[in-house]
Nanobody, 126 residues
């Protein structure tokens, strides 16, 4: 069992930056592939970024490439998402996810997600 708690969301103007954090507890954090998803009102939850257990591989959805950076600190059991040049279309609830296997990063979908956080709201004003 893994518990995931996101923080760092808020209201920011377009062009601004935010850093999301996801604190993990329970089973060893370092064995999991970790990811961020987001869900905007009226839309399905979508993949944003993922990172393997040793940070050897990262993947991003095209819409956030060069603007967002996913990283992790296994010693602190924490996942991060640095978001720069934010746009109104980035407005969504952002969720942290953990996958003990490799389906998440292979498919860049919610397939294989074993655990979800409760989400943190990010609102980007124009």
């Amino acid at each position: 069992q893994v518990q995931l708690v996101e923080s760092g969301g808020g209201l920011v103007q377009a062009g601004g930056s935010l850093r999301l954090s996801c604190a993990a507890s329970g089973r060893p954090f370092s064995v999991y592939t970790m990811a961020w998803f987001r869900q905007a009102p009226g839309k399905e939850r979508e993949f944003v970024a993922a990172i393997t257990w040793n940070a050897g591989v990262t993947k991003y959805v095209n819409s956030v490439k060069a603007r967002f950076t996913i990283s992790r600190d296994n010693a602190k059991n924490t996942l991060y998402l640095d978001m720069n040049s934010l746009k109104p279309e980035d407005t969504a609830v952002y969720y942290c996810a953990a996958d003990l296997g490799d389906r998440l990063i292979a498919t860049m979908t919610s397939q294989g997600v074993d655990y979800w956080g409760q989400g943190t709201q990010v609102t980007v004003s124009s």
